[in-house]
Structure formats: C-alpha cells, structure tokens
C-alpha cells in the first residue's frame, strides 16, 4: 500500500482536491498521452497532482520538493511536450551531472516519434562537454539537456538560441547547498532569468527545509511533500537487530562480524537487492571483498552465468588492470562495487546489472546516491562520517542521509523499501536515531560569494556583457541566492577584491563609468577557466617561451587551480619525487618553494611534480595497470586528469595564440592531443582512427603498418591476424583509410577467421 500523502504547497488548502487525477484527464497534448499510456501510466501520483492543480501545465514557476521515484521528472516532461507542441517553445533541461543529463536525454526519447504542427518530429538533443563553444547546432533541438556547467560556458559564449528559451527544468536544484556545485547552478538560474524573463521555470529537489525561501527567489510558488510511491522505514541496525522508528524490530543471522553484510545477505535470501554505502572508495572495495566471500555458495546457476557474462564483458570493455580484474571477480561471486575510480565504462555496466536484477549486492560511495537512479529494496549507510583532507572526519548532513536513504524501494517490484544506518553502540544507535531518522533535512545556503568560486563569474559577467558599469556587476548579483538570503551588500566586498585582481591582471579595463573585458580576459572567460588558471599560464609561457618542453607544460597545468583532482605525494615516493623534480628543475617554468623555508609550499610543489609524472608516463603509453602500481591513481582518477589536462593544454594554445606566441604552438597543439590519446607522437596519425586506441595503434606500428599509407596498402588478412583487430575492426580501418573489400572475399574472410570477440577472449 501506498503512504498517506504528506504534502504542504503555498496554495490555500481549500483549493486541493482529492487526489484522483487521471493522464487522460490532464491539458495536454493527446499524443503524448498516449506515450504515457503505453508504459501503462494512467493515475498521477498526488506530488504530480499537486504541482498540475498549482499550475504548472499554465505556466506557473514551481519548486517540486518531493522524494526519490516521486515522479519529479514526468511532471518536467508534461511541461516540456505542452511547450514544444502547444507553444512553439524551446526547452532547457539542466542536471548537475553528465550521467543524469544521459539518463535524461534517454528519458525524452520516447516522444521523438511525435510529429509537430509543423510536420517535424520533437527532437531532443544532449550537449555537456567542450566549453569552448557555443554549439549553434542545437538551436535546431526543441529540448536540449545540459550539465549546469554546459549551459554556463553557452551562456558565456552569448549562445543566441539560449535567448528564445520558454521553459527551464532545473533537476536537483537542491545542491544549491553544494560548494563546488552550488554557485555554477545560481548563476546559470540567475542569468536565465535576466535573458528570458518570461520563461517558466520549474526547479526539482529534494525535500529540504526551506524550499519556500528558494522559491521566493525565483518567484515561484513552492510544493513540499514526503509522499513516495513506495513506504520508507527508515532505522538504524545495531549488531543482529534492526531497530526501526515505528517501533519494529528485527533480527537477523549473524553470518558475517560485519551487521552490514549479513542486511544484506538476508535481503537477497528474501529475493531483494541490498545498496550499501560506505564513505570511502577502499571501505566500497573491501566490503565487497567481504561480502563476495558469502555469495558464492548462494547463488543459482542462472545467476552465475548471468554474473560471469557480466564479468566478461568487463575484462573485454577498456583496458584490463587490477581493478577491471576484480571488479570481474566479485561480479561472478554476485556482488560489485562503484565509485568514481572506476572507468566510465565499468561504471555503467555496473549500473545496468544491478538495475536489471543481476547484481544482487552493490557497495558503493555517497556519490551514487546524486546520481543515476538505483534503487535497491534495502539501502544500508555503513559509515555517517566522511574524511576530509585537513579537517579530519566529520558527520554527514541531513539532506545527504535522506538522499541515500531515499534510494530504498523499487516502484513497481516493493511494497515497501528499508532504510538503515549502522550503529556500533546502544548510545550511537540513540544518537543516529535521533539526529538522522528522526530529524529533517537543513535548510540549503548559497555558497556564492568565496573568492575561489566568484571570481570567473564576475568576469563572465563582464565578458560576456550582461552587465558593462560595476553598479551593473553589482546588480547581477543582487539578484543571486546568496543576495536573496544575506542581503546584496553581502557580497559587494568579495565583488570589489575581485574587480581589482581582474583589472591589475589585465582582464578588464574600465573607461570612466564602463567596464569592459580585454581580449586576454574574455578569451580566459570562454575557455571556461579559472582567471587565476589564466595568468598561471599567461605568465608561465611568456617565462619560459624559449625552453618548452612536456614536463614544463605539463607542470604549469598542474600547478593551476583548475587542475582536479591534486595528487598527494605519499611518504614513500618523497625521494623518488624529489629526483624527478632535480631532473627536470631546468624544464620548470614555475619557481621551486625551498623544502627548508616553507615545507608545505615544497609538498605541495612536488604533488605537482607528481601530477605532471603521472601525464608524462600516459603519453609515454604506461599502462593503467602500471599508473595504479606505480602511482596509486585509479582509473577514474586518471581520466578525469587525462580530460582535465587535455581541456587546460588546449586552453594554453588557445592562450599562446592570443599573446603571440607562435613558436610554442605546434608543440602545445601537439602534447594536448598525446594527451587526448596516451602515445608517443609516432602513434598520433593511427590512434586518430576511428576505433584505433592507443593500444591497437601500438600493435599496428610494431606489426609494421606505421603510416596510414601502410595500412592502405596492407591486405586485409594481415589486419585480421593482429592481435584485437579481427574482421569488423579491419573493415573499419580500411574503409576509413580508403582501402577496398570485396564483397566476396568479405564473406569467404568472415567464414575462415574467428570473431572479433574471440580474439578478444584469446588476447
């Protein structure tokens, strides 16, 4: 059975009605219901009745504060489709995170077979990298999805479709409490609404104490509610006894010393899913380690073939390291776990199973929680605190623990989902009870105003012209969360530092009562970097113009702050470290702290080093196997390095071109895309292949086939016998090199040679 609906909104309560409404019944258009009506949806939930009788299907601003698996979305897509179709309007859908702006954009698909008055298709487009564009293309998309930081660089860029935009959905407005999430998402909101003052806008949350206060700062109407499709019991497990705050308890078998592992053996022996927590990505590890010890002998046949496909499509998807061999293993054993370590790909295969009822237990970090939908019958939080570098280990919020908690319950599979913190003591368990389950989301503070986050949005401002007098800087941000909840002289003093570092460093210039950017600081304002990056960088190239190599490049990113995330140099590898930096000291375009004068200076100095180590070896194509031996860098780790670097090399072509630094562009040109690809300069022609990689292009040139000429000219048996080629890789690299199969000796190839997957399996 459903929850009794728990629901507040700034409507008289005289106005709500029963809670009966059906699809068929709804203002929109009759296409669309019958999209709803092929996945059998025909009674909306009370949190959508609530925000259709508010007025959202008429227009009307609304803050949705509901619940996971409420229905948040499908009242955002009711709105996008009556705008598209009934308004010729243009539709922009923000998400914090590109694997939320992916499941999305998969989401909207389903309408794409709707025609128009017009006669066209709904179309739906997806953009949330390179923020040195201002992707016209999409213009031509009735719904575009978006990363928060997407749509900032395109607002940066004075993306003029941006300006015909008549309805904005910004998903999980709740992080305007994040710090490093935060400010991005209250700026873009901010700028929206400066452009397209008549647009409606409806924000989706999480239910947070002053959802009304954030409302009134968009001036729209706000609906708070704790209805969920599926029950929630929330409680706290104490040894072998679940302890609950409706006053049940249960025990459970004591398998494992671990209270969290025997939850979730007993929920699989009962037919659920278990989603575990834990603080930090060796915690995930090791309770999947401990759990897969369980599993083995409780698994049915079917499900250990269904794991070991799983864990062959693994070790077959990425490159093979320790931790893709793992991950393999516990999946056969029926468990996994997930964090951002994990390469993309893995990730998602991860996702996919536990989301199909393949994985039966998953242990992952917090993360997951704000992410991709997963819900599991019984969420575990194994660990409320989490570490902090320089601040030690402090207790999560609220908000977070209802966010992990709100996981539990599978609509459509549970009736009811179960929530539980782990509790070592009698006194802890009291303790958790009470400040977790028992209490209610904080409130959300905006995070706007520290110099670190400010400051490349005051030059956007200025770049960008949305405002050309410092009063009108003043104004824009008057306008923001932060003003609304501190008052807009709050911020007036950050403001000023940061005009007078942007005008000392040549950014901007004023004349008289207007402000304007110089081309220096608009270009740093489109490269989406941080103005501090820019002179970093500015002033390291003009330094060291005469002496570039990898290593300085390499080395000058590393020390911006935009370089994320920093290595830390561990204990054992100072000294090794501290040669790498007398070897290369020449190279440095960056003064070296004295290790004698400021010890920190100098550690930090050679967690640069490090960083630029660790790019130094890709591009010499050290393996990931060899990056996480040697460096103890994950693979997660490493591609949001490789990407970052990638983005800040480009930057500093872009930034060398502009200064006149001719003489170091075919060198920076040329080191961004070693990055992008991890070879040495030999392998750049063939790892430009579609489907190539640095390791095929590794095996192609050591077999001979150096140049593209080669490989034209090569027949394509010797392309089939390499290692990882086979057939559908050679045909592919012949037709894009502009080489010729027949069709006869196509299909006589494709009976006598193996599959691609097995040579895969053999490799």
């Not at 599993?295 to 073939?305: I, N």
């Not at 609509?411 to 958790?432: F, S």
């Not at 949001?640 to 060398?656: D, F, P, V």
Request: net charge positive; proline share 4%; charged share 30%.
């Amino acid at each position: 059975m459903s929850p009794l609906a728990e629901t507040t909104s700034r409507r008289p309560s005289s106005e709500k009605k029963a809670q009966t409404l059906k699809v068929e019944e709804l203002s929109i258009p009759n296409p669309v219901k019958q999209v709803i009506a092929d996945l059998r949806i025909t009674t909306l939930y009370p949190p959508q009745e609530e925000a259709i009788r508010a007025g959202a299907l008429e227009g009307k601003n609304l803050i949705l504060a509901s619940p996971t698996a409420s229905g948040k979305t499908l009242v955002a897509e009711f709105c996008a489709l009556k705008h598209v179709l009934e308004r010729n309007g243009k539709v922009l859908y923000l998400t914090p995170l590109r694997a939320l702006a992916s499941e999305k954009f998969g989401e909207f698909r389903k309408y794409t077979a709707i025609k128009k008055d017009s006669g066209e298709r709904v179309s739906v487009g997806i953009s949330t990298g390179d923020y040195d564009r201002s992707d016209p293309w999409l213009g031509k998309f009735d719904i575009v999805v978006t990363t928060n930081e997407k749509a900032d660089s395109l607002l940066r860029h004075r993306t003029h479709w941006m300006n015909g935009i008549s309805l904005v959905v910004a998903d999980e407005v709740h992080l305007l409490n994040d710090a490093e999430r935060g400010p991005t998402l209250e700026v873009v909101l901010a700028r929206l609404m400066q452009i397209n003052p008549e647009a409606q806008l409806l924000a989706l949350s999480a239910t947070v104490k002053n959802a009304e206060e954030a409302a009134e700062w968009l001036k729209a109407d706000s609906i708070t509610t704790k209805w969920r499709p599926v029950v929630l019991r929330e409680g706290v497990l104490l040894q072998d006894e679940t302890h609950f705050k409706d006053g049940d308890a249960l025990k459970i078998e004591k398998i494992s010393k671990n209270p969290a592992i025997n939850l979730a053996l007993h929920t699989m022996h009962s037919g659920g899913q278990a989603l575990v927590f834990a603080a930090t990505r060796k915690n995930a590890v090791s309770l999947a380690k401990k759990t897969a010890v369980h599993m083995l002998t409780r698994l049915s046949k079917p499900m250990k073939r269904s794991s070991t496909r799983i864990a062959r499509r693994i070790l077959s998807t990425g490159e093979r390291t320790r931790i893709s061999e793992l991950l393999a293993q516990l999946i056969q054993q029926g468990t996994a776990f997930h964090h951002a370590g994990l390469g993309g790909s893995h990730r998602k295969i991860v996702e996919e199973a536990f989301r199909d009822g393949k994985i039966k237990i998953l242990t992952a970090t917090p993360t997951l929680a704000f992410g991709v939908n997963l819900p599991a019958r019984v969420v575990v939080i194994h660990d409320y605190r989490r570490y902090e570098t320089g601040y030690g280990y402090y207790p999560i919020t609220v908000l977070e623990y209802k966010q992990m908690a709100g996981r539990a319950g599978r609509p459509g599979y549970d009736r009811m989902g179960e929530a539980l913190l782990v509790a070592k003591t009698e006194d802890e368990r009291d303790y958790l009870m009470e400040s977790y389950v028992l209490s209610e989301p904080e409130r959300i503070w905006s995070k706007l105003a520290v110099e670190r986050i400010l400051r490349s949005h005051v030059l956007a401002t200025i770049a960008a012209d949305f405002a050309r007098t410092e009063q009108g800087i003043y104004d824009f941000f008057g306008r923001t969360f932060y003003a609304h909840q501190y008052g807009s002289d709050a911020i007036r003093d950050v403001i000023v530092k940061i005009l007078k570092f942007l005008h000392n460093e040549e950014m901007i210039k004023d004349s008289g009562e207007n402000i304007s950017a110089t081309r220096f600081g608009r270009r740093v304002s489109e490269l989406y970097i941080d103005p501090v990056s820019g002179v970093i960088i500015r002033d390291a190239l003009s330094r060291g113009a005469s002496k570039l190599t990898d290593i300085s490049c390499l080395h000058m990113i590393a020390h911006t702050p935009d370089m994320f995330p920093k290595l830390r140099p561990y204990s054992g590898e100072i000294d090794q470290l501290a040669l790498f930096v007398d070897e290369h000291q020449e190279e440095f375009m960056l003064e070296m702290p004295d290790e004698w004068v400021d010890r920190i200076a100098y550690e930090n100095f050679l967690g640069e080093a490090k960083l630029a180590r660790v790019l130094d070896a890709w591009i010499q194509e050290t393996t990931e196997d060899d990056a996480i031996g040697k460096f103890r860098v994950q693979p997660g780790d490493l591609y949001r390095l490789i990407s970052t670097a990638r983005w800040l090399l480009y930057a500093s072509h872009e930034l060398a071109s502009l200064l006149g630094h001719k003489t170091l562009l075919r060198n920076l040109a040329k080191l961004t895309e070693r990055v992008e690809k991890g070879v040495k300069t030999e392998l750049l022609p063939l790892a430009r292949l579609e489907g190539i990689g640095r390791i095929r292009a590794r095996i192609l040139h050591d077999s001979g086939l150096k140049t593209i000429k080669d490989i034209k000219g090569a027949p394509i048996e010797k392309l089939i016998g390499l290692p990882l080629i086979g057939p559908r890789v050679a045909r592919k690299i012949k037709e894009q090199v502009g080489g010729f199969v027949k069709s006869e000796e196509w299909k006589k190839l494709k009976k006598e040679k193996t599959s691609e997957q097995q040579a895969l399996t053999k490799y």
